[in-house]
């Protein structure tokens, strides 16, 4: 668990220094007598712990950071085809302008012609329906993979939330304009409801689990998970509504801020909440 | 605290057989000693207790909801001239309609003339402006009374999420289109942000309040209450719109179900949470 590709651990100040120390042993203490061009050197030693100490406070906070934002951005890139390029065009007309955005205006934007769109889209509200269904889908990806890893810790699901916020944030002006794509595409409001009918119980399972393994508390009343499934949706829903009424924060501020809504909801449930 | 009559509040069981009890001793053991038509009777015994047990299932949670429902009727029912009969008929429009109704198609509704209507709203969107207002504040209202009551326990705060989200059901045309009024109309957006700012520092100050009292738990951390004002902001605005997508619920029915919400959110922070 300590050197992992798919999941980034912080070490703790403990680890780092056992590393400084087992460095400082075999450069300075041991090698000198194995090799003619060690030497050992108490000031090596000094080096060794003051650059383990300082990659504790500063430089691991950085590269989980660059880290992190790596991530989202592998998240947010793809390649492209013209399909790949209407939808991408939409997505950023619809985040800047709102919902009500011709596909002329589409075309315009991504430099095709209007007739080359109408091959690929009859009508925006497919448009709509199609970048709806990557929301979807990048969600399910999101938690086949939290499942799959079984990790559950404070670190894991901060990254759980911090990528489904940056998700959102990516397809916001669904978000922001739900309840209006709702009554304009009813399939998608369908859809939606199925959705939630769905996450609901994945939800109150992962729920039950974190109480059987001890990481939730066992004291609290048995509504409570459905309910808290309810404030997960909202929240996830509608920070984005909030934000865009009161804090007006961008991309990763954004996604970072809100996730600790998450973050803090969760806390107050946590059977160690002093704990890691 | 047994009869109040702005907080209702709910017997127990022991407290309601206590009742029967003292019934039972004055009217049947008493009483017969003094005058000479009470004949004691444990038929009679048998029908206080009875009735007792029969207040305490059934005929106490009828009460206390008939009780709720007449208060919020109290809260949406208001006297009229023309200026509160446009604003009447506005809410009812943007409610139904959504919030592109005219001037014109709102003084139809009410069977005045345009001409009229223009007298005291030059543009719907002092219409919308007003009915703001008129939402901010009856949460005043509602805010300024839970302070001075200065009751902290979890049948007054039930009440008060009940009441607010009575009176979100109520000016639910502002709440499910929230970002495209802000958009629209940049003062209610302003008048919003000032709001907010306002109200969390007013709930840091109340959240506080009940850790100091022992009421809330003290071993969270201090971001955490920042935290809580804004779901509480979240979940208060937006919990129509996911009722909207998903349950459809109307009225007292909606207040109560997403009221919960609030409930559970709060429980985990209870100093007791199994308490009343």
């Given at each position: 668990?300590?050197?992992s590709?798919t999941h980034l651990?912080?070490?703790?100040?403990?680890?780092?220094?056992?590393f400084?120390?087992c460095?400082s042993l075999a450069?300075?203490?041991l090698?000198p007598h194995v090799?003619?061009?060690?030497?050992?050197?108490?000031?090596?030693?000094i080096?060794?712990f003051?650059?383990g100490?300082?990659?504790y406070?500063?430089?691991q906070?950085?590269s989980?950071?660059?880290w992190?934002?790596?991530?989202?951005?592998?998240i947010v890139?793809?390649?492209?085809?013209?399909?790949?390029?209407?939808?991408?065009?939409?997505?950023?007309?619809y985040n800047?302008?709102?919902?009500n955005v011709?596909?002329?205006h589409?075309?315009?934007?991504i430099?095709?012609?209007?007739?080359?769109?109408?091959?690929?889209?009859?009508h925006t509200?497919?448009?709509?329906k199609?970048?709806y269904?990557?929301?979807v889908a990048?969600f399910?990806?999101?938690?086949?993979?939290f499942?799959?890893?079984?990790?559950?810790?404070?670190?894991s699901?901060k990254?759980?939330?911090?990528q489904s916020f940056?998700?959102?944030y990516k397809?916001r002006?669904?978000?922001?304009?739900?309840v209006e794509i709702g009554?304009?595409v009813?399939?998608?409001?369908?859809?939606?409801?199925?959705?939630?009918?769905?996450?609901?119980a994945e939800?109150a399972?992962i729920?039950?689990?974190m109480v059987?393994?001890?990481?939730f508390?066992s004291?609290?009343?048995?509504?409570?998970w459905?309910?808290?499934?309810?404030?997960?949706f909202?929240l996830?829903?509608f920070w984005?509504?909030?934000?865009e009424?009161i804090?007006?924060?961008?991309e990763?501020?954004?996604?970072v801020a809100?996730?600790k809504?998450?973050e803090?909801?969760?806390?107050?449930?946590?059977a160690?909440?002093?704990?890691s």
């Amino acid at each position: 668990m300590l050197f992992s590709s798919t999941h980034l651990r912080k070490y703790s100040l403990p680890q780092i220094l056992t590393f400084s120390l087992c460095t400082s042993l075999a450069f300075e203490g041991l090698l000198p007598h194995v090799t003619s061009y060690n030497v050992g050197d108490w000031g090596d030693v000094i080096a060794y712990f003051s650059g383990g100490v300082f990659y504790y406070y500063g430089h691991q906070n950085l590269s989980i950071k660059n880290w992190e934002i790596h991530k989202i951005e592998k998240i947010v890139n793809e390649p492209m085809d013209t399909k790949e390029k209407i939808l991408n065009g939409a997505l950023e007309l619809y985040n800047s302008k709102g919902i009500n955005v011709s596909t002329r205006h589409i075309a315009a934007h991504i430099s095709i012609s209007p007739g080359n769109l109408h091959y690929h889209f009859k009508h925006t509200d497919d448009i709509v329906k199609e970048l709806y269904n990557r929301l979807v889908a990048a969600f399910d990806e999101l938690i086949k993979d939290f499942k799959q890893s079984g990790a559950i810790d404070r670190e894991s699901l901060k990254s759980v939330y911090l990528q489904s916020f940056s998700i959102e944030y990516k397809y916001r002006f669904i978000l922001l304009n739900f309840v209006e794509i709702g009554k304009r595409v009813p399939s998608i409001q369908a859809a939606y409801r199925e959705l939630v009918k769905r996450r609901k119980a994945e939800f109150a399972l992962i729920f039950r689990k974190m109480v059987s393994v001890g990481y939730f508390r066992s004291d609290l009343p048995n509504e409570i998970w459905e309910s808290l499934a309810t404030t997960f949706f909202i929240l996830g829903d509608f920070w984005l509504s909030h934000n865009e009424l009161i804090d007006k924060l961008k991309e990763y501020e954004a996604a970072v801020a809100y996730s600790k809504l998450m973050e803090y909801t969760i806390l107050p449930l946590l059977a160690d909440p002093n704990g890691s």
